[in-house]
């Protein structure tokens, strides 16, 4: 809330409702970050300015070379090639709950219109583009600036194109704008391909049969997004994506060279390094939950930057908000030695707790069996 000043109470009053104020004026645009960039913004509005003690930390923070680890799938057809893979994969699952994976079989063509197709739809007369200005969750296609603008403590330097089927399960192809309609189907099916490699890949690491994560249906409903950095005026004072971990089961990035993507390892930003190519994967939330905190669903998030647009495309495997199924920890992986920490849950109340929960903190301690006195 507001500061503590001589008139205290009143003065944070009207520091809120002026921020309410300048929020919704932002909103009512329809056309995001890059519509004032593109009226002659030259100054941040104060709604995207970090709050004071967290950019003072942020100075304290060492930052480090290191480097996040990037698996090369090519061996992945023989068995010792395999099985080094699976090695790497769990390695970086339980250390770093993040890696780059290459020769992942996606072209370079592929990619390289994926990240024009996001540009051209953010690049698009504004009129166009204002037509799919939305905040409704049960739309399919959406695109908005901060999904989470009414809520957040600020407003984060980045808008968003979002195809969500977690909801329904289903596509039509006629709901995509029509500007990047078709290199997101393609992308979206080869995606998919990758996402069932990678499923059997953690399944394996994890010890449990080839097809477990496949079979509990993560890939039946997805969303991915496709996000737009402009160009930032001041990127020390604000971010392009705030600190958070994905609420996924596993999600995979393709971000193209100007780099800002940050993972949180032994308490450092370590810079997730561009790779021509590469596609980065994280382990979500309900992974990190199935595995029984064995493999990390880690912070992360996006620096700003002078320099600009960044694009990028995230791609969460969610499953069905509508399925009865409950999700937990891997029966298969509990013992005596090793008793489930988490409590079993639906998708459906995993989303809504998403929502009701302060957003940068990670669901997990929610969920702890201890927290809700549940038997196992
Ligand atoms: C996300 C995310 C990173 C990026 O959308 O959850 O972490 O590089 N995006 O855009
Ligand atoms: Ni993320």
């Not at 000043?5 to 300048?22: A, P």
């Not at 596609?279 to 992974?287: E, F, P, Q, T």
């Not at 509508?322 to 030695?337: F, M, V």
Request: aromatic share 10%; with cysteine.
């Amino acid at each position: 809330m507001g500061t503590i000043s001589m008139d205290g109470y009143t003065s944070g009053v009207q520091l809120e409702y002026d921020r309410m104020k300048e929020v919704k004026a932002f909103d009512d645009t329809k056309t995001g970050v890059k519509g004032l960039v593109d009226s002659g913004a030259k100054e941040l509005p104060k709604m995207f300015i970090r709050p004071c003690h967290e950019l003072e930390e942020e100075l304290k923070t060492p930052s480090v070379k290191l480097q996040v680890p990037v698996i090369n799938l090519e061996g992945i057809g023989n068995k010792n090639g395999y099985e080094e893979i699976v090695k790497q994969v769990l390695d970086a699952s339980e250390k770093w709950g993040f890696f780059q994976v290459v020769n992942h079989g996606i072209s370079m063509e592929v990619l390289n219109n994926m990240l024009q197709g996001i540009r051209m739809f953010h690049e698009q007369d504004a009129e166009v583009k204002k037509k799919f200005y939305s905040r409704d969750s049960e739309k399919v296609v959406v695109y908005s600036s901060n999904y989470d603008l009414y809520f957040s403590r600020f407003a984060n330097w980045r808008d968003t194109l979002s195809v969500n089927t977690t909801n329904s399960g289903h596509l039509d192809p006629k709901e995509l704008p029509e500007i990047c309609r078709d290199v997101v189907l393609e992308y979206s099916n080869q995606i998919l391909n990758l996402s069932d490699v990678l499923l059997e890949l953690i399944s394996v690491a994890l010890g449990v049969k080839p097809d477990y994560l496949k079979e509990t249906e993560c890939t039946k409903g997805w969303n991915e997004v496709f996000h737009y950095y402009p160009a930032c005026p001041a990127p020390d004072l604000t971010l392009g994506t705030s600190k958070h971990t994905d609420p996924s089961f596993l999600t995979i990035l393709l971000q193209d060279q100007i780099g800002g993507l940050q993972v949180l390892h032994q308490d450092q930003w370590v810079d997730v390094q561009p790779i021509p190519g590469a596609l980065v994967v994280n382990i979500g939330d309900i992974l990190q939950i199935m595995s029984n905190d064995k493999i990390k669903s880690v912070y992360h998030r996006v620096m700003a930057n002078q320099v600009g647009p960044r694009v990028s495309v995230a791609f969460f495997l969610k499953g069905l908000l509508s399925s009865p199924r409950l999700y937990g920890p891997i029966k298969e992986l509990i013992s005596e030695d090793n008793p489930a920490i988490y409590r079993e849950f639906t998708l459906s109340a995993f989303q809504t707790h998403f929502f009701s929960r302060p957003l940068d903190e990670p669901p997990f301690e929610y969920y702890k069996l201890q927290n809700h006195g549940d038997e196992e």
